[in-house]
């Protein structure tokens, strides 16, 4: 009884342990991006260069690097994975920056401590919650591919009502995606593999990318325009 009730303790303890390298890996790259969003953001001449071409090379590098951990990560050492992932945290940040245009400051750090209070919530329900959310995965998907689309057709067409239809339905599928994810990694934990600081940088990856877009649907709906 003594040995399985110390077993039961070690089991939850790896799991507390696992589940916050993975918060505070987020936080870190949350506040790699911050910074370097403020830092572009207070100088007019950077603003100024983030046009055209370079913003959309940024962007490209950006996706590559989130294919390359997603595929790469349990190949790679941890220290590529931590300077994979700040790497990509930080051109985030030079990339967000161009919000600080658009947006007033004082709406866009509402809607962050609005985004940081909706995602405590629902990831904590995803990792909490009995319910199996493993069918959500392959429709938040689908419905994650209809919102990349539809923002292309957009671009172009310029539609106010699909704009508001994609801010709307990105931002439930992003908050499916935090608590699908969450729970995800509770049972990554679970089969034993939780202790690579590997999994734990691709953890904090997967729930940083949900953050963060679900600040910027956010943003849409509510933040203040300048």
């Known amino acids: 009884m003594a ?3 110390e077993k039961a303790y070690e089991f939850e303890r790896a799991e507390q342990t696992f589940i ?5 890996w987020m936080a870190i790259g949350l506040s790699v991006t ?3 969003a403020l830092w572009i953001a207070g100088s007019p001449a950077l603003l100024r260069a983030l046009t055209g071409g370079v913003f959309l090379v940024l962007m490209l ?9 997603s595929s790469q990560v349990m190949k790679i050492s941890s220290q ?4 994979g992932f700040l790497v990509y945290s930080g051109l985030n940040g030079v ?6 245009i658009v947006y007033t400051q004082t709406s866009i750090a509402s809607v962050f401590f609005m985004t940081a209070g909706t995602f405590a919530a629902v990831s904590i329900y995803g990792w909490t919650t009995k319910q199996d959310l493993t069918s959500m995965g392959s429709f938040l998907f689908m419905g994650l591919i209809g919102i990349i689309i539809a923002s292309l057709v957009n671009f172009f067409l310029r539609s106010p009502v699909i704009y508001w239809l994609i801010s709307y339905a990105g931002l439930a599928v992003f908050i499916g995606l935090t608590a699908y994810d969450t729970q995800k990694l509770k049972r990554i934990q679970q089969s034993g593999i939780g202790a690579s600081e590997q999994v734990a940088i691709l953890g904090a990856l997967q729930l940083y990318l949900d953050f963060i877009n679900m600040f910027l649907m956010l943003l849409r709906i509510f933040g203040r325009r300048r």
């Not at 590529?80 to 300077?83: F, G």
């Not at 990339?95 to 600080?100: D, E, G, H, N």
């Open 80 to 83: 590529a994975a931590i300077t």
């Open 3 to 5: 040995h399985d009730q």
């Open 61 to 69: 590098i950006e996706i590559g690097i989130v294919f390359w951990l």
């Open 34 to 36: 911050g910074a370097v």
């Open 20 to 24: 916050q390298r993975v918060y505070q």
């Open 95 to 100: 990339i967000l920056s161009t919000i600080f």
